[in-house]
């Protein structure tokens, strides 16, 4: 689990979920398998034009990531959308990152 932020189960799948930073140091929430280790799915989506404020994130809800949102927001990971952002033809939801597993924020 090294420094894994929480667990889900994302379409049937036991994962970690781990919080990283995408180059322009925004946040990055991506799902590993917990029994091989292998990367199932990054929930987030880096929007560098899109207004974030700290602790902000935006989930990718579309195609292979439908149903992420409601898993992240079931398991406390993130809020409820604040807002939602147009990217191409859907919408990526902004949520804030529960502060208590930001590591900084502990």
């Known amino acids: 689990m090294d420094n894994a ?3 889900v189960v994302f379409k049937k799948c036991d994962c970690y979920v781990y ?3 995408y180059a322009d140091d925004r946040y990055a929430l991506y799902l590993k398998d917990k029994h091989t280790g292998e990367r199932v799915a990054v929930a987030s989506v880096n929007l560098p034009s899109a207004p974030m404020q700290d602790g902000e994130v935006a989930i990718k809800n579309w195609s292979e ?5 409601q898993t992240l927001v079931d398991a406390d990971i993130v809020s409820r ?3 939602r952002v147009p990217t191409g ?4 939801y902004i949520c804030k990152i529960n502060p208590e597993i930001i590591p900084e924020s502990k």
């Open 5 to 7: 932020i929480g667990e």
């Open 65 to 69: 990531n439908e149903g992420i949102l």
């Open 19 to 21: 919080l990283g930073r």
């Open 89 to 92: 033809y859907v919408f990526a």
């Open 81 to 83: 959308p604040i807002r």
